[in-house]
């Protein structure tokens, strides 16, 4: 649904979540205040029909109505329609339709006058967006057939079979919430179903639906619609998986993504793993023990790693200004010297092979200081410290 991070899930499937809401001026529901008035009109709050897996052509066609009993019976909901409800949705569309191994519908959508409200409310506003039609999709199914798997197969055995998984995005997380999805808290919130005299000469969705056995069109919570569409997803009919599993919907599994929260760098490691683990089974035992075995493993991680070495003498200030390996006193000249080649070097933008293949002619033609060239190759001239510190000084103003 149209959450904080739901574009992140929709771009692996080429879906594209809008960044505003969707205003459709000719279909939005009225709601009725705790006195029983009309509450100022929201062309946010969208209504639509749609059908579990049938998409029609003409949008203005009278659907079949999906009764009480018609929702039982796969034959019979496959073919209906039901009015949904949306809170504030945005719109949603699919940017690649040319995928062939998938089954894509747009299985509700708003208007073709509908709008994306970025800037205001204004239609002729150019910052609000016209996209009409199936471009400003509301529910969005996606089929993949023919994904192989292994399941309980007929004669209670595993084996190979082909399945279809399913996909669906939803342009408003809160066709889920309690006073959308339960008629009876829609009714204490004010939700108005079409014989209301407050929808005046505005069509609604009783304009779209037709009920033959004289049941009317009402809307009776979402949760008849989005209960029967997840049941269509289940592969109640597969005739290759054993009817010990088809028969229940309790063997399938249903995974909501509200994409609400980005996982923090502390959690994230956890999250990760505990995505490893759902993916290797979804077998509850196996998944504890696997849970209690990487548990097990870090204690003892924790018990065999030995303890370090007690530090805290680094910080002994009584020691402060010791050397741990102090230069022995002979090396000083040595070390003026190789301070002095590697500086040259560097000036002249030498690699250590072009240094080392210089004459002594050549790399006193680029010192040029008589006292430094000294320095260098004279082996027969001794230092006190103060002239190696004279000379240090003078090797960090050389080539300046």
Known sequence: ?????????????DVKFFDAPVVDPNRYYEVASQTGEAEPADSRKLWAVAGVNKVWDDQFERRPYCSAESLQDSSKYSNCALPVLFHRPTAIQVLDNEDTSRNVKVLAHASGSAFIARENMDANDPDNPIL??????????MDYPGIEAIDQVKGV?????EVTGSIVFISDHSVLANHLWDYAD????GKQQCESGFYGERPCWDSLLSSTDGSGTDWNGNEDYFTTLIRDMMEHENEDISTVITSKNSNFYIVFDESRHVT?????????AMGAIV??????LLKWLIVLNLMALLSIAIMVVPEKENWRHVFDLTRFRERPNKVDPNQYLQRVRESMMAKVRQF????RDEMARKTPG??????????LIELLYSQQRSYSNEELRQLLQQIRRWGK
């Not at 009409?132 to 199914?141: A, C, F, M, V, W």
């Open 348 to 351: 002249n933008d030498l690699t």
């Open 362 to 371: 050549e790399i006193q033609s680029m010192v040029k200081d008589p006292r």
């Open 264 to 272: 923090s760098a502390m959690s994230s490691p956890f999250t990760e």
């Open 132 to 141: 009409g039609g199936n471009n400003t999709g509301l529910i969005i199914r």
């Open 186 to 189: 829609a009714e204490v919130t």
């Open 279 to 284: 993916m290797l089974t979804s077998d509850t």
């Open 157 to 161: 055995r595993e084996g190979n079979v």
């Open 1 to 13: 649904a149209n959450s904080t991070n739901a574009q992140t899930v929709a771009d692996k499937f």
